[in-house]
C-alpha cells in the first residue's frame, strides 16, 4: 500500500538530530507536523525542522552559533493567538503572536515560501483547536512542475525544461505544411533553374576542347567550326532566357507564399495574446509585444524568400557544382575543400561569441519601441511638468543603446564575413596553380583523356559559381541566428498557456440572475502576497453593493476575481451557484459588466466605440444608450454625430465624454452584473452629477458593485462592504455603519472634513 | 531575556503616521524582549514589541535612514526612522544590523565561474558569501535590475536573490561571460 505520508509536512528528522532531540525530551515521531526550512534566524543556511505536536510547537537543529542547543523555539499552543507568514527579502518568517507581540518562529528562503504558506494554514486551525490533516496531498504544488521540481512562473504553466520543444527550425519547416504544394512547386522551379546554370560551363567546355582549340589546330573545317559556334551560342541563349523565366515565377511564388505566412503568423500571434491573461500584460509591456507581434512575425517571409532565391538555392548550386567539380578533376577538387577545417572553426567561434549580441540588438530596438510609444503616450505629462528635455535625453540613451548594441554585431560580423570569405577564396589561386600544370603536362605527354583547357575552364566556372555561394554562404549563420530568434521570440509568444482558460465541461448560464458569492477567497498578484485574504460575502440578485476602503485594501482585486481576470489561489467564487472557474468564458463575460475608472476608447467612430461590446445592436438602441447615459447631447454637438472619429484612447473628448460614451457601451451591453470601478473619480462635480443619474439608469434591475472613493457615489446602495488589508471588516447599511462608528465611519468623517458638504448626512440616501 | 507581556500603554499619542519622526539614541532603546523578539521602547511613550527593520535606502544609504517597523495583531506602523544608525550604542545597532541581515535574505556573488542559456534560462554558476551556488534564472528583464549605478541584482526560478555590487570589480573573463547574456 502506497505510502500516504506527505513528503513536505511529515519530513523525517535525521537520527543525529533525532538523539539530540530526545535528550531534550522531544521525540519527534510525537509530531503531526514536521517540515524541514533552509535558514536559521540569523540569516545563514542551516536545516532547520518545524515540529509541531498536539500541544505545543518548537524548531529543531544541531547546536552551533548562538544556539547552544538543539530545540531553538518552544511554545505552547495555549500561548498562540495567531499564526501568520510575514514576506522578507528574497525569503520570509512564520511568525506567532505571542503575549501580543509577533515572534519569529523561523525564517525560510522563497525555495520554501509555498512549503510554509501551506503550514501557516495548518497552524492556524491546529491554534483553533481543530487537528489539521496532513497527508501526500498537500505535497502537491501547482506552481512546481512534477516532472522536474522546478517553480512555474504561475501555476499550470509549462515547464520549459520538460516540454518536448523540438528544435525551433524543424517548428518553422512544420508551419510550413499548409503550403507543401507550393513548396513542392517552388523547388521544382528552383532546381529546373539549378539544371540549367550548370550547362553553360559544360558548352564552354565544349567549344574550346572541341571546337575553338580543333579549329585553331586545323583539325576542323571553318564552316563546321562556325555552324558549331552558332549552335552553341544560340543554346547559350536559350538557357539564359529559360532561367530568367524559371527565377521571376519563384520570385512571385516567394512573395505569395512568404507574405501569407508572415500574415497568418501575425494573426496566431495576436489571437494567442487576446487569449492570454491579463497578469501576462503585468509583465510584458506594450512595446516589447509590438516589437513581437511586428518585427518578429517577418522573420518567416524572410525565410521564404531566400529559400527560393537565396540560402536553399545556394546551398543546392555548391552541392551540384561540387559534383561537377569532382567529376571533372577530382584531385583538383580535393584542392579546392583545403579551408574547409578554418571554416568549421570560425563557424564555432561565431555561433559561441557573435550569436548572443543579436539578442541585444532585439532587445535595443524593444526598448526604443516602449520609450518612444511611452513618451509619446504621455505627451500631457511630459509638457505639464516641462519635462521635455528629460524625456529627449531618455530617448538619446535608448537610441544610442540600439546603434552601440547593432555596432557590436556589425563590427563582429564585418570582420568575420570577409575573414571567411577569404579563406574561401584561397583555393582558386591554388587550381589556377595545380590545374595550370596539368593541363600542359597532359599537352606536352599528348595525354588525350587527361584534363584539358576546355576542362580547367569549366572547372574554373564551376568553381567560380562553388565559391561564390560559399562566401555568401558564410552569412547564412548571421541570417540563420537571425530567424531563429526572431522565431523563438514569436514562438514564446504562441507556446504561452494562458493562465485563464475555461473548464473542459464549462456550464452555460442562459438567463442569468445576478446573484453572486464569494466563498473564503484568498488570491495575491505574487506568489507570496496575498492581497484577498479569506474573503467570503454574498450579493442577492439586483442588490446594489457599494465597496469602500484605502488604496491597495484590495477593492479593484474583488472585482477582478468577480470578472475572472485572474483565478483565485483559494475558495471559490460563484454566480448564481456557479463557479466562475465553471463557466462558458462568452457567458461570464455577458453577465459580467465593467465601467472602468479610465474609460478605455478605441480609435473609430463614436458610434463603434457605444456598440464595442454589442456589434449587432440597433441604431436605436444606440441612440438609447446614449441618450440615457448623458452622450447624445455631446455627441449631437458634433458635425457628424455618431460617424465622428476621434483618435487614440478618446483623443479629442473630455475625460467626463468619454466616461459617459462607456457608460452608454456597458448599457447596450445590458449585463446582469454591473461593475463600477471608481467611474466617477476622475471627473469634474458637474460631470459626475449627470453621470450619476446615467448610472442610476444603468444599474436598475441590476446587481451593481460600485467601487468608489467619492462615498457621494454610494448613495443608491442597500449595503456597503468595507475592505481593509484583503479582508471585509464591515458591511452594512450606510446607517449602519455609521452607527457602528468604525472604519467606514472614519472615511466619512474624513471626506466630510474635506469636502463642502456640511456633513455627509446631506448625502441623500436613496433606496432603489 | 527580557519578557513583555501586553505592550506597555501610555497616554501619549500614538505616531502620526503622516509625519515623519526620527529616532535617536536619547529618546528609544532598542533591545531583545519577548522570546527574543526585537523590541524598541519610546521613551515616554511606550514599548513596540515584535519589531523589524528595512533599509529606505538600501543601495545609497546602507547604514543611513533605517525605519523600524513594528506589526501588532491588526496593524503595521512606523515607530521611526534611523537616520544614522552608527550615531546608536553599539549593542543596539548590532542589534538592529542582526534584524536587517535576517529581512535581506541576498546572496552576495564573488566569483562567477560559467554562465550558459538554454531555452530562456541563464544558468549561473558562482561563488557566494553563503557557498558556492548553481542557479536558473528566467531570462528577463524583471529577474536582472540595477543595483546602484554598477551593481545588478539577479532573481531565481524561486525567486531568490543573488546581488553583483559592482560588475566593474568582476575580472574580463566574468564581465564577458555575464554581459554575453545579461546585457541590459
Given amino acids: ?157 509549462l515547464c520549459r525544461r520538460c516540454i518536448n520543444r523540438g528544435a525551433v527550425l524543424s517548428r518553422i519547416i512544420r508551419l510550413m505544411g499548409p503550403y507543401a504544394g507550393w513548396g513542392i512547386l517552388m523547388l521544382a522551379i528552383l532546381l529546373a533553374s539549378i539544371g540549367l546554370l550548370m550547362i553553360p560551363p559544360q558548352l564552354t567546355k565544349h567549344l574550346i576542347d572541341d571546337v575553338i582549340e580543333p579549329a585553331v589546330k ?94 536553399l538555392a545556394q546551398i543546392l548550386v555548391v552541392v551540384i557544382t561540387g559534383v561537377m567539380l569532382f567529376s571533372i578533376s577530382w584531385k583538383l577538387a580535393l584542392w579546392t575543400l583545403l579551408p574547409a577545417p578554418l571554416v568549421i572553426l570560425a563557424s564555432t567561434f561565431y555561433w559561441r561569441r557573435v550569436y548572443p549580441r543579436y539578442f541585444r540588438v532585439w532587445d535595443a530596438w524593444s526598448r526604443l519601441w516602449s520609450s518612444l510609444s511611452a513618451i509619446l503616450s504621455g505627451v500631457r505629462v511630459v509638457k505639464a511638468f516641462g519635462q521635455e528635455q528629460r524625456e529627449e535625453d531618455r530617448f538619446g540613451r535608448s537610441n544610442r543603446y540600439v546603434r552601440d548594441s547593432a555596432r557590436r554585431v556589425e563590427y563582429a560580423t564585418s570582420l568575420f564575413n570577409p575573414a571567411m570569405g577569404l579563406i574561401f577564396s584561397l583555393g582558386g589561386p591554388i587550381v589556377w596553380y595545380v590545374g595550370g600544370l596539368e593541363v600542359i603536362n597532359n599537352a606536352l605527354l599528348g595525354n588525350q583523356e587527361g584534363l584539358k583547357l576546355g576542362g580547367l575552364m569549366a572547372f574554373m566556372a564551376y568553381l567560380g559559381m562553388f565559391y561564390g555561394p560559399l562566401a555568401h554562404m558564410t552569412t547564412l549563420t548571421d541570417w540563420l541566428t537571425r530567424l531563429l ?35 473564503n477567497v484568498t488570491f495575491g498578484y505574487s506568489r507570496h502576497e496575498p492581497v484577498i485574504k ?71 467612430t463614436i458610434y463603434a466605440n457605444v456598440t464595442y461590446g454589442r456589434r449587432d445592436a440597433t441604431p436605436e ?58 467611474a466617477t473619480s476622475n471627473i469634474d462635480t458637474e460631470s459626475e452629477q449627470l453621470i450619476q443619474e446615467a448610472l ?55 471626506q466630510t472634513e474635506l469636502s463642502r458638504e456640511p456633513s455627509v448626512d446631506a448625502l441623500t440616501i436613496l433606496k432603489k | 531575556m527580557t519578557m513583555s ?45 515584535g519589531v523589524y527593520a528595512a533599509h529606505a535606502f538600501p543601495v545609497a544609504h546602507p547604514d543611513e535612514y533605517i525605519s523600524l517597523l513594528h506589526t501588532g495583531a491588526d496593524e503595521e506602523m512606523e515607530i521611526g526612522i534611523i537616520r544614522n544608525l552608527n550615531e546608536f550604542p553599539e549593542d543596539d545597532a548590532a542589534l538592529v544590523r542582526q534584524a536587517l541581515a535576517r529581512r535581506y535574505f541576498v546572496h552576495v556573488i564573488i566569483l562567477i565561474r560559467d554562465v550558459g542559456w538554454k531555452y530562456g534560462f541563464i544558468n549561473m554558476q558562482v561563488d557566494t558569501d553563503k557557498g558556492p551556488i548553481d542557479f536558473l534564472m528566467p531570462w528577463r528583464h524583471d529577474r536582472a535590475f540595477d543595483y546602484g549605478r554598477r551593481g545588478k541584482v539577479l532573481i531565481d526560478v524561486d525567486e531568490n536573490r543573488y546581488l553583483i555590487p559592482d560588475l566593474d570589480r568582476l575580472s574580463l573573463r566574468e564581465l564577458n561571460a555575464f554581459q554575453r547574456y545579461i546585457y541590459w
Avoid at chain 1, 540569516?43 to 524548531?59: A, I, K, M, P, S
Avoid at chain 1, 476575481?561 to 485572474?566: I, M, P, V
Avoid at chain 1, 479582508?727 to 449602519?736: A, D, P, R, T, Y
Fill in chain 1, 696 to 750: 442610476a439608469r444603468v444599474t436598475a434591475g441590476r446587481t451593481t458593485i460600485a467601487i468608489a472613493h467619492r462615498l457621494s457615489t454610494l448613495k443608491n446602495s442597500d449595503r456597503v462592504l468595507v475592505v481593509d488589508k484583503g479582508l471585509i471588516v464591515e458591511q452594512g447599511s450606510h446607517e449602519e455603519l455609521m452607527a457602528l462608528g468604525g472604519l467606514y465611519h472614519r472615511l466619512v468623517k474624513i
Fill in chain 1, 218 to 311: 586545323g583539325t576542323l573545317t571553318t564552316d563546321r567550326a562556325a555552324r558549331d559556334l552558332m549552335v552553341l551560342v544560340v543554346a547559350l541563349i536559350g538557357i539564359l532566357i529559360l532561367r530568367a523565366i524559371c527565377d521571376s515565377v519563384n520570385g512571385r511564388l516567394s512573395s505569395y507564399v512568404g507574405t501569407q505566412i508572415t500574415t497568418d503568423m501575425r494573426e496566431a500571434v495576436l489571437a494567442r495574446l487576446m487569449r492570454l491573461s491579463i497578469d501576462y500584460y503585468d509583465r510584458h509591456s506594450v512595446g516589447q509585444l509590438t516589437s513581437r507581434a511586428v518585427n518578429d512575425t517577418g522573420a518567416f517571409n524572410d525565410l521564404i524568400r531566400n529559400v527560393t532565391g537565396g540560402y
Fill in chain 1, 1 to 157: 500500500m502506497a505510502d500516504s505520508r506527505s513528503e513536505l509536512l511529515n519530513r523525517p528528522v535525521p537520527d543525529d538530530l533525532a538523539v539530540l532531540a530526545r535528550g531534550e525530551g522531544v521525540d519527534p515521531r510525537q509530531a503531526w507536523l514536521s517540515a524541514e526550512t533552509d535558514l536559521n534566524l540569523a540569516g545563514g543556511y542551516e536545516q532547520v525542522f518545524l515540529l509541531v505536536e498536539d500541544d505545543r510547537l518548537l524548531t529543531l537543529a544541531r547546536p552551533g552559533g548562538r544556539w547552544a542547543r538543539p530545540v531553538r523555539v518552544q511554545l505552547a499552543r495555549s500561548a498562540v493567538k495567531e499564526v501568520r507568514t510575514r514576506q522578507g527579502v528574497g525569503g520570509g518568517f512564520l511568525e506567532v503572536l505571542v503575549d501580543g507581540v509577533y515572534v519569529e518562529v523561523l525564517a525560510f528562503s522563497n525555495a520554501r515560501a509555498d512549503l510554509f504558506h501551506k503550514v501557516c494554514s495548518k497552524l492556524k486551525l491546529w491554534i483553533g483547536d481543530r487537528k489539521p490533516s496532513v497527508s501526500r496531498e498537500d505535497d502537491y504544488n501547482p506552481r512546481k512542475c512534477p516532472k522536474c521540481g522546478m517553480t512555474l512562473e504561475f501555476k499550470g504553466d
Fill in chain 2, 5 to 49: 507581556t501586553e505592550p506597555e500603554k501610555t497616554n501619549m499619542p500614538e505616531v502620526s503616521p503622516t509625519q515623519l519622526r526620527f529616532l535617536t539614541p536619547g529618546m528609544c532603546r532598542i533591545h531583545l524582549g519577548t522570546h527574543e523578539a526585537l523590541h524598541v521602547t519610546v521613551r515616554n511613550e511606550r514599548i513596540y514589541g
Fill in chain 1, 621 to 678: 438602441e444606440v441612440l438609447g444608450a446614449s441618450k440615457a447615459s448623458h452622450a447624445h447631447k455631446f455627441i449631437m454637438r458634433h458635425s457628424l454625430g455618431y460617424d465622428t472619429y476621434i483618435g487614440e484612447q478618446g483623443a479629442g473628448l473630455s475625460g467626463g465624454e468619454k466616461q459617459r460614451i462607456s457608460i452608454a457601451r456597458a448599457l447596450l451591453y445590458n449585463p446582469k452584473i454591473l461593475i463600477l470601478d471608481e
Fill in chain 1, 534 to 604: 479569506g474573503v467570503s460575502f454574498e450579493v442577492k440578485p439586483g442588490e446594489h453593493i457599494g465597496v469602500v476602503g484605502k488604496s491597495g485594501s484590495g477593492k479593484t482585486t474583488l472585482i477582478n476575481l468577480l470578472a475572472r481576470f485572474y483565478d483565485v489561489d483559494e475558495g471559490r467564487v460563484l454566480i448564481d451557484g456557479i463557479d466562475v472557474r465553471d463557466l462558458e468564458m462568452d457567458d461570464l463575460r455577458k453577465t459580467v459588466g465593467v465601467v472602468l475608472q479610465e474609460p478605455f476608447l478605441f480609435r473609430g
Fill in chain 1, 485 to 519: 530568434t526572431a522565431a523563438q521570440r514569436t514562438f514564446e509568444v504562441l507556446d504561452t498557456s494562458p493562465q485563464i482558460v475555461q473548464a473542459d465541461s464549462a456550464k452555460t448560464l442562459t438567463s442569468p440572475q445576478g446573484a453572486i458569492r464569494f466563498e
